[in-house]
């Protein structure tokens, strides 16, 4: 039996401090290469310029696998800090890549004229470059795509499909522009083929694994059902019998129908307590999968890919273990609840949570028999509608301070799921009364932009930090 408290997370994959060592080594591994070789350039600028090359193409394939489909990646940090890091690398990615067309460029020089003018027109008609430029161009697309994303006038899955295909394509063009320009030894061209291999096959896999898959390990929809006037229940079962093994506040990937391509799979969290005999998701509508499961017939397939997700009690000493849930977060956090009431919990347990409407709330018979079973007294809030029970408002400081009532705020541990905007908020009310950041955990629903907490600012810093490295390596490498 191991040692830690019931239910908590124990993290596969690589502790983060590696992975961003693991990381920056990555990256810099074919400029280490050709610094040991000795193929350098005379010229500061172009040296520059080809280090910050090597090290945009680096970054580039490096995408391919923090896309967050990968546990011994995403395992320990979780999918919020996966996707974070993933979105900001792009851009700068890009800006390196910037950086290498300008230092290629060079500046304008009053003693050679004709010189700048010279490389620019190289750059834009040379037809030996035509792999650059589109891949350049690619690259800039892939990244303001991605940043205007919530705002296209396209399914989610349009894009994303073609967010994978352009990715692909980019590693291909690449790959191109480095064998056929990047004046590479042997073994440096054997190093990019290996690294370009490495990063690709993992994501193609993702998908044949998929497409592969036999129909009869699908799971099908025992019951599917409105449980509030925006949220469903779906109860999955497994044919063969077969049980998830995963750990409360975990998430899986689940396509329903026959959709075989993992476009079509959407991430839900478990929201039933593992052992049960059936696996339940609650989906609230957001667009056009979740808005039309009223079409879904009990008996559907479902394909599941999972558990991912770190999300869950982390296993240190505490003295007091705090759940929030707002809306639809309710979903990891009424597994947890659901577990703790059947195998006990360690320590005081409380609980807060929040809705919009009070019809939004999950009935009583799906939240009751486990606060009954812990001895919680929740603390129920609604901005409308609020009556009896169920407090007017939202979750503020005073009721943080109630949750903390008579423990030790730097020794509780916090599971918080609902909006973006509530977890940052309450993350930074329960920090300045006195929980430790690291003791404050949370999952976003969404991987779009929205309000930053002081956890995430720390986060930023640690990407601000291994992106500054890659920089000063750069640096470096042109003065050697
Ligand atoms: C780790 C995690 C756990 C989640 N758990 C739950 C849950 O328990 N219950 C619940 O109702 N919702 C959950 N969500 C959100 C849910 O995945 C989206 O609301 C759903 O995929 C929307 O699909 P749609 O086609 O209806 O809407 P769309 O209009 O296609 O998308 C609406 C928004 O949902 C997000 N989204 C859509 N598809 C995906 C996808 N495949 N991957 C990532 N984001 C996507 C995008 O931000 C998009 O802008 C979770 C999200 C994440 C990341």
């Given at each position: 039996m191991s040692d830690l408290p019931r239910h908590t997370i124990i993290?596969?994959?690589?502790?983060?401090?590696t992975l961003a060592l693991i990381y920056v080594g990555a990256v810099l591994l074919p400029l280490a290469l050709a610094s040991l070789l000795g193929e350098t350039h005379r010229q500061?600028?172009?040296?520059?310029?080809?280090?910050?090359?090597?090290?945009?193409?680096?970054?580039?394939?490096?995408?391919?696998?923090?896309?967050?489909?990968?546990?011994?990646?995403?395992?320990?940090?979780?999918?919020?800090?996966?996707?974070?890091?993933?979105?900001?690398?792009?851009?700068?990615?890009?800006?390196?890549?910037?950086?290498?067309?300008?230092?290629?460029?060079?500046?304008?020089?009053?003693?050679?004229?004709?010189?700048?003018?010279?490389?620019?027109?190289?750059?834009?008609?040379?037809e030996r470059l035509w792999d650059a430029?589109?891949?350049?161009?690619?690259?800039?697309?892939?990244?303001?795509?991605?940043?205007?994303?919530?705002?296209?006038?396209?399914?989610?899955?349009?894009?994303?499909?073609?967010?994978?295909?352009?990715?692909?394509?980019?590693?291909?063009?690449?790959?191109a522009h480095l064998f056929t320009d990047g004046l590479l030894s042997p073994a440096r061209t054997a190093l990019w083929a290996g690294f370009a291999a490495a990063v690709t096959l993992p994501a193609l896999w993702v998908y044949a694994r998929r497409l592969t898959r036999p129909p009869g390990q699908c799971w099908t929809i025992a019951g599917l059902r409105s449980v509030?006037?925006?949220?469903?229940?779906?109860?999955?079962?497994?044919?063969?019998?077969?049980?998830?093994?995963?750990?409360?506040?975990?998430?899986?990937?689940a396509s329903v129908g026959g959709q075989r391509l993992p476009l079509h799979d959407h991430p839900f969290s478990i929201a039933s307590a593992p052992g049960a005999p059936q696996l339940r998701l609650l989906i609230q509508e957001a667009g056009d999968f979740t808005s039309s499961l009223d079409a879904v017939m009990p008996g559907t397939r479902v394909a599941i890919d999972g558990p991912h997700g770190s999300f869950g009690p982390s296993g240190g000493p505490r003295d007091g273990l705090i759940l929030i849930a707002g809306g639809v977060g309710i979903a990891p956090i009424l597994s947890m609840l659901e577990a703790f009431a059947r195998d006990g919990c360690d320590g005081p347990l409380r609980f807060a949570y929040s809705v919009h409407d009070a019809s939004d709330m999950m009935p009583d018979e799906m939240l009751r028999p486990a606060l009954k079973a812990l001895d919680v007294t929740?603390?129920?809030?609604?901005?409308?509608?609020?009556?009896?029970?169920?407090?007017?408002?939202?979750?503020?400081e005073a009721q943080m301070r109630q949750l903390l009532e008579g423990l030790d705020p730097k020794r509780v541990e916090v599971m918080i799921c609902g909006p973006g905007p509530m977890m940052t908020t309450l993350t930074d009310t329960l920090n300045?009364?006195?929980?430790?950041?690291?003791?404050?955990?949370?999952?976003?629903?969404?991987?779009?932009?929205?309000?930053?907490?002081?956890k995430d600012?720390?986060?930023?810093?640690?990407?601000?930090?291994?992106?500054?490295?890659?920089?000063?390596?750069?640096?470096?490498?042109?003065?050697?």
């Open positions: 993290h596969r994959g690589i502790p983060p401090l500061l600028t172009v040296q520059l310029g080809a280090a910050a090359g090597t090290i945009s193409a680096a970054m580039i394939f490096l995408q391919m696998i923090s896309s967050g489909r990968f546990e011994a990646v995403s395992g320990r940090i979780g999918i919020d800090i996966t996707m974070a890091f993933h979105k900001w690398a792009a851009p700068m990615a890009l800006a390196f890549a910037l950086a290498h067309v300008a230092l290629l460029i060079g500046l304008p020089d009053p003693d050679r004229p004709n010189r700048f003018a010279r490389r620019l027109e190289t750059l834009m008609t040379a430029r589109l891949a350049l161009i690619l690259l800039a697309l892939l990244v303001l795509l991605a940043l205007l994303r919530d705002r296209l006038p396209v399914r989610y899955q349009v894009w994303r499909g073609s967010h994978a295909l352009g990715a692909l394509a980019l590693v291909g063009l690449v790959l509030t006037p925006s949220i469903h229940e779906m109860l999955l079962e497994n044919p063969r019998g077969h049980r998830l093994d995963f750990r409360p506040g975990q998430f899986v990937w929740p603390l129920l809030t609604a901005s409308r509608n609020a009556g009896g029970e169920v407090a007017q408002g939202r979750l503020g300045d009364l006195g929980v430790p950041l690291p003791r404050i955990h949370y999952e976003r629903f969404s991987y779009g932009a929205g309000p930053l907490s002081r600012h720390r986060m930023m810093a640690g990407f601000a930090t291994i992106f500054a490295a890659l920089a000063a390596a750069m640096a470096l490498y042109s003065l050697i």
